[in-house]
């Protein structure tokens, strides 16, 4: 008889034997950034989440700089939207304003900047708007406009989320003729048209005020269309691929870890975060396991990278370990 125990009879054994680790240093922490002063503004959804103004936001970098994970994924919440989302490439917008100021103190701080104009745009879709209907081609140099922005101010990735068709090439030749030739594109390759992103469309202030987003985000039904997105997202020069939601969706994961040898990410999205925290609220869960569970369960099913709310917990109980 097979006893498959004795290799699960204390925790030492059990840790040199484990299949599956998660890294500090694999982990990336979200962070919203919001115009004024003397801001730091709880989201109520997502318990132990702010928007932070500039000026407020220095407590939170020291404890990333302190944690040990990697670094932040920004998003930009203007006071000043408009139906063309000009703050999002402005040059002086609260993000670039943001990053700058990020890196002059903390040089050494991997910064990715989200580039995706519904934050920024007075109907909230991540696109041009004529009528009701979201027009691709018209918001690919507005994207690329942002982009370059971004990278002016410093950021050491972009990350576009917006979905629109051909956005990453467009992207990777502003970048190239704007001399950023060295800045990697992140890429979410295969972002769903989920019910998990509630809780951040409060963070960021960024709920479409008509209609949804299921023109341009995909399906949650097609997982083999998903393998289409990331392997054209590659042909256009992504350098690393992203995958979101994250739980609900370990299988595309896989598949995407099966069929590509770039860097893949998953985002551990708002409403997952959410659910965990409720649940722990009311003595429902343990909330360390559940979290620890879960994000290893991300990185078995193949991420490389964790984009999660649970980063800097995760990131002091790695350190009881």
């Known amino acids: 008889m097979r006893r498959f125990r004795r290799l699960r009879s204390g925790e030492s054994i059990r840790r040199l034997v484990r299949e599956t680790k998660i890294n500090k240093e694999e982990l990336i922490y979200p962070v919203f950034v919001i115009e004024g002063e003397n801001i730091k503004t709880p989201v109520e959804s997502m318990p132990g989440v702010y928007q932070y103004s500039p000026d407020r936001i220095g407590e939170l970098l020291k404890e990333i700089d302190s944690s040990g994970i990697s670094g932040l994924l920004i998003f930009g919440i203007p006071a000043h939207k408009d139906e063309l989302a000009s703050e999002a490439y402005n040059d002086s917008g609260i993000t670039q304003r943001t990053v700058r100021m990020i890196k002059e103190k903390y040089p050494d701080m991997l910064v990715i900047a989200d ?26 140099p507005l994207l690329t406009k942002m982009a370059v922005s971004l990278a002016k101010a410093g950021a050491d990735i972009i990350a576009p989320s917006d979905m629109m068709d051909g956005r990453v090439a467009a992207i990777r030749s502003g970048l190239d003729e704007n001399g950023f030739i060295n800045t990697p594109i992140m890429s979410y390759s295969a972002k769903f048209a ?75 999205v708002s409403g997952e975060y959410s659910m965990v925290k409720a649940a722990a609220a009311n003595g429902w869960i343990d909330e360390k396991h559940i979290v620890m569970e879960n994000l290893t369960a991300i990185k078995r099913a193949g991420a490389d990278i964790i984009i999660t709310y649970h980063a800097l917990d995760a990131a002091r109980w790695l350190e009881e370990v």
Not at 115 to 140: A, M, P, Q, R
């Open 194 to 268: 989920s019910g998990y992103y509630s809780p951040f469309r409060e963070a960021a202030e960024s709920a479409p005020c008509f209609g949804d987003r299921r023109t341009y985000q995909m399906d949650c039904a097609n997982g083999r269309e998903a393998l289409r997105e990331v392997l054209d997202d590659i042909d256009e020069g992504a350098d690393i691929v992203m995958v979101k939601p994250a739980l609900a969706y370990l299988d595309v994961i896989r598949a995407v870890r099966d069929r590509v040898e770039l860097p893949l990410a998953a985002y551990n």
């Open 115 to 140: 580039v995706c104009l519904c934050e920024y745009t007075s109907h909230g879709h991540c696109g041009v708007v004529h009528g009701h209907e979201i027009c691709n081609d018209e918001t690919l």
